[in-house]
């Protein structure tokens, strides 16, 4: 299983395209400002960050058998994060520092770093992969991130477990 840090990060990224969004509203209210672009290679050094941390995973993470019974893609998830992406849109400037958007945006990653509620990230779709809630023969169910487009449970044998009720296909 990986760290707390690792939950840390991958729920960090699963809400980092907040500051791309904040840094071009701020960009089109106030021009170009050095904090704008600090906060957008943030973003990016995350993205880094969690590419970097799934490679390792692959390779370090013991591959588990998992038989699975039912299985249902996720990827459309995105659409509950739409609100928060356009959380900074929303908000007058002058109104929600940066500090504050801060704030709100480290304690919803830990709220999502410490339950169960991490459904979606919208970054490791860009980097090809999918989510899929599968059913394992034991009926728990889990969140399946995968690199491939599954359509027949057989599809996976294998997976690496990322946290109590995240897998990574291995297969």
Same mark, same amino acid.
């Given at each position: 299983m990986?760290?707390?840090?690792?939950?840390?990060i991958?729920?960090i990224?699963?809400?980092?395209?907040?500051?791309?969004?904040?840094a071009?509203?701020?960009?089109s209210?106030?021009g /170009?400002?050095?904090?704008?672009l600090?906060v957008?290679?943030?973003?990016?050094a995350?993205?880094?960050?969690?590419?970097?941390?799934l490679?390792?995973?692959?390779?370090?993470l013991?591959?588990?058998?998992?038989?699975?019974?039912?299985i249902k893609a996720v990827?459309?998830?995105v659409?509950?994060?739409?609100?928060?992406y356009?959380?900074p849109?929303?908000?007058?400037?002058?109104?929600?520092?940066?500090?504050?958007q801060?704030v709100v945006?480290?304690i919803?990653a830990?709220?999502?770093?410490?339950?169960?509620?991490?459904? /979606?990230?919208?970054?490791?779709?860009?980097?090809?992969?999918? /989510?899929?809630?599968a059913?394992?023969?034991?009926?728990?169910?889990?969140?399946?991130?995968?690199?491939?487009?599954?359509?027949?449970?057989?599809?996976?044998?294998?997976v690496?477990?990322?946290?109590?009720?995240?897998?990574?296909?291995?297969?």
């Amino acid at each position: 299983m990986l760290s707390n840090l690792a939950k840390l990060i991958l729920a960090i990224t699963a809400i980092s395209p907040v500051a791309l969004t904040w840094a071009v509203a701020d960009f089109s209210r106030q021009g /170009f400002a050095i904090h704008q672009l600090l906060v957008v290679l943030c973003a990016f050094a995350l993205a880094l960050i969690c590419r970097a941390m799934l490679k390792k995973a692959a390779v370090k993470l013991t591959k588990i058998s998992f038989a699975v019974d039912e299985i249902k893609a996720v990827d459309n998830e995105v659409v509950a994060y739409i609100v928060t992406y356009l959380f900074p849109l929303v908000a007058p400037a002058a109104d929600v520092s940066l500090t504050a958007q801060a704030v709100v945006l480290l304690i919803l990653a830990f709220v999502l770093a410490t339950t169960n509620a991490f459904t /979606f990230n919208p970054l490791l779709t860009i980097m090809g992969y999918h /989510f899929y809630e599968a059913k394992c023969s034991s009926g728990v169910t889990y969140l399946l991130l995968s690199r491939n487009d599954i359509t027949d449970v057989k599809a996976v044998s294998h997976v690496g477990r990322l946290s109590r009720h995240l897998v990574v296909d291995l297969t």
